[in-house]
């Protein structure tokens, strides 16, 4: 069974640029997240969808920060303009359903993100 | 407020010896979920165990076990026969059930395995 993908797996920017990530979560998964994880601290969760809407977006800096989950499969998560501390690796994960006792995410290798 | 506390040091674990990463965690729900993964330096975050708060028996996946004490909200994740392919950052995670699933995950422990 294929992983979480995601692309690009390095990116360089300067600040006020914009980037955008892309995941394709493990097929079958209704709930895909999306992480990030600062240097030297655990990840922390910027959005969740359920299929193609969104759940929890309560951590998402949404005047710089957009994402999107057309069709309720892959996602891309957008920053514009980039600030120097959002420096950092963007994770994706997945998992079957939303909520269920064990339930477990699965994630990707990450896009590591140097904003100049 | 921090949920998930990871406060030891990097530690260096001699080859086919145990380890043992503490985890502690605070939460007022009666149901919830604890979570490690491993990162090694390629990033990814691995799945390892998973103790659910109900779960009357410490949870076990080859050589990963979890020492689960309720009334100490504590989560440590023991590694038995270390290889020096267990070098990694571990990371303890719960989810609270009654919330959205949301992981909160703590710091981390970084462990090095030497032969």
């Known amino acids: 069974e294929a992983g979480v993908a995601q692309s690009p797996r390095y990116k360089i920017i300067e600040k006020r640029q914009s980037v955008a990530f892309w995941c394709n979560p493990i097929?079958?998964?209704?709930?895909l997240y999306w992480y990030q994880q600062i240097l030297g601290q655990g990840p922390k969760l910027l959005i969740q969808?359920?299929?193609?809407?969104?759940?929890?977006d309560s951590q998402l800096p949404k005047d710089r920060f957009s994402a999107e989950r057309l069709k309720g499969v892959d996602s891309t998560l957008k920053i514009q303009p980039a600030k120097l501390e959002d420096s950092a690796v963007y994770l994706c994960?997945?998992?079957?359903?939303?909520?269920?006792?064990?339930?477990?995410?699965?994630f990707g290798p990450g896009t590591r993100l140097l904003v100049l | 407020a921090q949920k998930i506390t990871q406060t030891q040091p990097g530690m260096f674990v001699q080859e086919k010896e145990a380890v043992t990463l503490d985890c502690t965690y605070d939460?007022?729900?009666?149901?919830?979920?604890l979570f490690w993964y491993k990162q090694p330096s390629s990033g990814e975050m691995i799945f390892l165990i998973y103790?659910?708060?109900?779960?009357?028996q410490n949870a076990t996946e080859g050589r990963y076990s979890l020492n689960f004490q309720k009334a100490r909200k504590s989560a440590n994740l023991v590694i038995s026969a270390s290889q020096l392919g267990d070098s990694a950052m571990y990371f303890c995670?719960?989810?609270?059930?009654?919330?959205?699933?949301?992981?909160?995950f703590g710091k981390g422990n970084q462990v090095v395995v030497i032969p």
């Open positions: 097929s079958g998964h209704a709930t």
């Open positions: 103790q659910g708060s109900y779960d009357e």
């Open positions: 969808f359920q299929n193609n809407g969104v759940v929890d």
């Open positions: 995670a719960m989810r609270e059930d009654y919330g959205n699933n949301r992981l909160a």
């Open positions: 994960a997945s998992s079957l359903a939303r909520i269920s006792t064990g339930e477990t995410q699965y």
């Open positions: 939460t007022s729900d009666q149901s919830y979920g």
